[in-house]
């Protein structure tokens, strides 16, 4: 048995060298994140391993999205799945600013003022719901202009380089040809701006598009791994596709959802792995963290790996 250590950190520590420590602490959710680390270090260095990143779009209204926009930058990643809240708050950000709030901000006062609250972040509607409608119905017309049959992918891609903002998740996917696909699309600002534009236009966002190539890279993949952020649809359509090829080899869960309501988002790899849709020989690990915590810390550790 490897014994308990404390962690004792030093002046000028490194995030890599207090992760390690964080692995031999031996607990609790420490440990969790030492592994996870491990795990995705393993899954970034192998050479044919298709790698999937899900995530909820509320992290996107945060700082977290730096570190989204640098994973995707330095393609960590091969394939994005995530929600309509994405778009949204990557337009909004690349040319309208979010502010730091509170969670017992008074709701209804906010209301009168025209200010949005997420969480402990406030949003203005100017930042939010105008400018998204401005600019979704300026990239449309030029988009419409070239195609009138597009996939989610596709659509994040001519946002992206419409955006033309370095900081946009989508410009570095649209730069990397990363595809980020998009299954609840209508589950926003911008996929209600797509809808009405469909009313008197000859315009059609196509799913099954996004489909055919999430099959094909999965078919044609060797090894597949995924780093889960939070549940919902982003973490399923990962997993769902996965169960066709033998499941996933490496999953990384970061949840703060529990299991035992029956929950999709709650669920852990275990329960996947009797569906198929995680190998029952993969390297698995669940950390019970807030995203916007975590993601630094392992982030981080990786980034000192490299140097």
């Known amino acids: 048995m490897e014994k308990v250590r404390d962690i004792n950190i030093k002046e000028n520590e490194t995030i890599k060298s207090l992760i390690e420590k964080m692995s031999s602490s031996g607990?609790?959710?420490?440990?969790?994140?030492?592994?996870?680390?491990?795990?995705?270090?393993?899954?970034?260095?192998?050479?044919?391993?298709?790698?999937?990143l899900s995530f909820p779009a509320d992290v996107i209204s945060t700082g977290i999205r730096g570190i989204i926009k640098d994973m995707i930058k330095e393609k960590m990643f091969d394939v994005v799945i995530t929600t309509c809240g994405t778009l949204d708050h990557d337009i909004a950000r690349s040319f309208k600013n979010y502010y730091q709030g509170a969670f017992n901000l008074n709701d209804k006062e906010l209301y009168k003022k025209k200010i949005h609250r997420l969480g402990n972040i406030i949003i203005p509607t100017e930042s939010y719901g105008v400018i998204i409608e401005e600019k979704i119905k300026e990239f449309l017309g030029k988009i419409l202009s070239e195609k009138k049959d597009i996939s989610t992918y596709e659509l994040c891609w001519e946002i992206g380089k419409r955006i033309n903002n370095e900081n946009s998740i989508l410009y570095w996917a649209y730069k990397n040809k990363i595809p980020i696909i998009v299954p609840g699309i209508t589950d926003g600002a911008v996929g209600y701006n797509i809808w009405q534009l469909t009313q008197n236009k000859d315009f059609k966002i196509n799913l099954m598009k996004d489909e055919t190539l999430l099959s094909d890279l999965v078919w044609t993949s060797g090894k597949r791994a995924a780093l889960i952020l939070g549940g919902g649809i982003s973490k399923h359509h990962v997993i769902w596709w996965n169960q066709f090829k033998e499941g996933l080899d490496y999953a990384v869960y970061i949840t703060t959802a529990q299991e035992y309501d029956g929950s999709l988002s709650g669920a852990q790899p275990r329960e996947a792995i009797s569906w198929g849709k995680i190998n029952e020989e993969a390297r698995y690990i669940t950390v019970y963290e807030d995203i916007t915590i975590a993601l630094p810390l392992i982030y981080g550790a990786l980034k000192n790996e490299k140097r």
């Open 27 to 52: 607990g609790f959710m420490a440990k969790n994140l030492a592994v996870s680390v491990k795990i995705i270090k393993e899954f970034q260095n192998e050479k044919k391993c298709l790698k999937f």
